[in-house]
């Protein structure tokens, strides 16, 4: 594209006057020779109203160069762009016909217009990229790669939610129900934040737990869960990708500024025989497996008070605020009875003649959970009563 012929004004003994919205010029002499020709296809006062659509036409172009554009609009607004474009193209070139009647048949492959209406509309997008940073787009390129990207971007998310059964939402919500019970005993903060990201942008790290701050000497700590349903973290005989999971958590931990992280899958395409429901890893790490049909909330809660007591014994604390040893106590005692209860079930299930009694034992194998429990419960609020 050859560069355009700069307009030589001739000031001297111009005179530009501005009043308010109103702008007066005298005595202005401008040497253009294009200039002079497109005026020249008018005549009389039709001639000084071409002059002012020149001065609307770059007051637009001014404008739309100092104007960010709204990046939720950008898809539409690059449409819209491109079809005024084309339509203005059209427009001109009808106007220049009679300027240039021997360059005018579109029917040559080598005629003006033709050159015009690709050359000059793949020039002007050209210089739009974003990825260039003259363009004006430049600024907002990522977030309008992200805005163009949406259609294709939709159709995949859509392909991968049939594949995957990506319903982590609904898991997530049912989590926090879950767990919210829970902290009110204690009277911890428990906040869902799976669609809120961190100050980093980052969403990682489905439910934020903030021990009361009586339990921490008014220290904020946090304690992170996450949520998965997604099929990438389990393997093909039915196991949960450790290396997988541990990274998901320390990115959740360092995303949520958490120290203690618990992951909550669901039972689906998990092998039982296989995969443990209660795994403990890296100290401060707990892997457990929930049916979303019929979860287990002493499962959630048996991983709160573990979450809780790794937290509380990472602190400093005044001789005699907790019992040490008999909160290990406990806690042994109700993995233990946590395993069997588990197995009970997984065996009394295809037993179909011995339903009775293995619910029996069920009931049985509970009660002892809800008494171990809340003695683990009152052993780790002794400190927030004194």
């Known amino acids: 594209m050859s560069s355009p012929v700069r307009a030589v004004p001739n000031i001297v003994g111009a ?11 005298k005595s202005l002499t401008i040497t253009n020779s294009e200039l002079a020709s497109y ?5 009389g006062p ?11 036409t770059a007051m637009q172009i001014q404008r739309m160069a100092n104007t960010s554009a709204d990046v939720k609009e950008l898809n539409s607004v690059a449409k819209q762009v491109r079809e005024t474009m084309k339509l203005a193209g059209e427009e001109a070139f009808t106007n220049l016909e009679s300027l240039i009647q021997d360059q005018a048949d579109d029917k040559k492959p080598g005629a003006l217009i033709n050159l015009l209406k690709t050359k000059l509309i793949e020039q002007v997008i050209s210089e739009l990229d974003p990825a260039k940073e003259t363009s004006p787009f430049h600024p907002i390129s990522e977030q309008l790669m992200q805005l163009l990207g949406k259609t294709a971007g939709d159709k995949a998310t859509k392909d991968a939610y049939n594949l995957s059964r990506e319903k982590g939402i609904d898991f997530e919500e049912l989590l926090d129900q879950l767990i919210q019970p829970e902290a009110a005993v204690h009277g911890d903060d428990a906040q869902f934040t799976g669609d809120t990201p961190s100050p980093s942008g980052d969403k990682t790290g489905d439910e934020v737990v903030t021990l009361n701050l009586a339990a921490t000497n008014n220290e904020e700590i946090r304690i992170v869960w996450e949520a998965k349903t997604d099929k990438s973290f389990k393997d093909a005989k039915g196991r949960l990708k450790r290396d997988k999971v541990a990274n998901e958590l320390d990115s959740a931990m360092e995303n949520r500024e958490a120290i203690c992280g618990v ?3 669901d039972a689906r395409g998990v092998d039982l025989t296989k995969q443990p429901v209660w795994q403990e890893f890296d100290g401060n790490k707990l892997i457990i497996v929930i049916d979303d049909e019929d979860p287990d909330q002493r499962l959630i809660r048996m991983a709160y008070l573990w979450s809780r007591w790794i937290v509380l014994r990472s602190l400093e604390q005044e001789e005699g605020q907790l019992d040490y040893v008999a909160i290990e106590r406990v806690l042994a005692a109700l993995q233990r009875e946590f395993d069997g209860l588990s197995n009970l079930r997984r065996l009394h299930t295809p037993i179909k003649t011995n339903v009775l009694a293995a619910e029996k034992w069920v009931d049985s194998f509970e009660e002892s959970l809800d008494e171990l429990m809340d003695e683990l419960r009152e052993l780790m609020s002794a400190e927030e009563a004194e």
């Open 263 to 265: 992951f909550v899958s």
């Open 39 to 43: 005026l020249s296809s008018k005549e």
């Open 15 to 25: 005179d530009l006057r501005i009043e308010g919205d109103t702008v007066t010029i």
């Open 46 to 56: 039709e001639q000084v109203l071409l002059l002012l659509d020149l001065i609307d």
